[in-house]
């Protein structure tokens, strides 16, 4: 069964309210004739109710940046998978950002995971190797370990509704990126056969698996020709309405089926 491309638009620590409303609506007429794309965008949490009203009805749906796996409780600055549920369809936990500025762990990526799914929404699921470890040759057994980490208690079921993005933390934003082949071959043994060990060929072969780290217009074709890479997570060309639309219009004529 062909897999719908899925390319979303982290905005990390950008665009105020007013600012990500004006962007939704400028971004959506642009994007909806591609509906063989599922095309996703993640404000920050200040902006994230006003942006999934500016964009209720339209095709663009709505991600948060992280989410926390209680429901309530004493956890100041948080905000919990439950109280995202009536605004998004997808949170992104485990970005390299915030394993490396917040302290996120394997254990509590796979925290918020369950949480996320227990809530009816879906996980992006963000794993990747650091330079070093890429080049001590560490890659596959290390991203291997962040998705068994991550998927430990989730059902054949639910795996229906996860999303992992493989994003190279040496890649991000600094314009570098890895060839097609070689995120590839990273993304093939390291997270769909690691899902195939751990559940059957069916999970694994129905698993969308995003590459993320200085994508753009001008190299998303090749990441999109490639067997295993089901779309993109992307950072600073989610920030421009073109941008984001190029990627989606060669999301939908590369692999859209």
Not at 93 to 107: F, K, P, V
Request: aromatic share 6%; glycine share 8%; net charge negative.
């Amino acid at each position: 069964m062909p897999r719908t491309p899925i390319i979303a638009g982290n905005w990390k620590m950008h665009k105020t309210p007013e600012e990500a409303v004006a962007f939704a609506q400028q971004l959506a007429p642009m994007v909806e004739p591609y509906d063989n794309v599922e095309r996703v965008v993640a404000p920050t949490f200040l902006a994230l109710g006003a942006v999934a009203a500016a964009l209720d009805g339209s095709p663009v749906k709505v991600a948060a940046q992280d989410g926390h796996w209680e429901t309530s409780g004493a956890y100041t600055s948080q905000v919990s998978a439950a109280m995202l549920q009536p605004f998004v369809d997808y949170v992104i936990i485990g970005h390299s950002e915030c394993r490396a500025y917040l302290n996120e762990t394997d254990e509590n990526v796979n925290k918020k995971a369950r949480a996320i799914l227990t809530c009816g929404l879906s996980p992006i699921i963000a794993v990747g190797e650091s330079l070093a470890q890429n080049e001590a040759g560490d890659t596959v057994d290390f991203v291997r370990g962040q998705v068994s980490a991550a998927l430990d208690g989730i059902s054949a079921d639910e795996m229906g509704r996860v999303v992992i993005a493989y994003e190279p933390i040496w890649a991000i934003g600094t314009g570098r990126s890895a060839s097609g082949e070689q995120a590839d071959a990273i993304i093939r043994s390291a997270v769909r056969d690691t899902v195939c060990a751990l559940y059957d060929d069916a999970v694994a072969d129905a698993l969308r698996i995003q590459y993320g780290g200085s994508v753009k217009p001008g190299n998303m074709e090749e990441f999109m020709t490639q067997p295993n890479i089901d779309g993109a997570l992307v950072g600073g060309a989610s920030l421009q309405s073109d941008d984001f639309a190029a990627l989606v219009e060669i999301a939908s004529r590369v692999k859209g089926a």
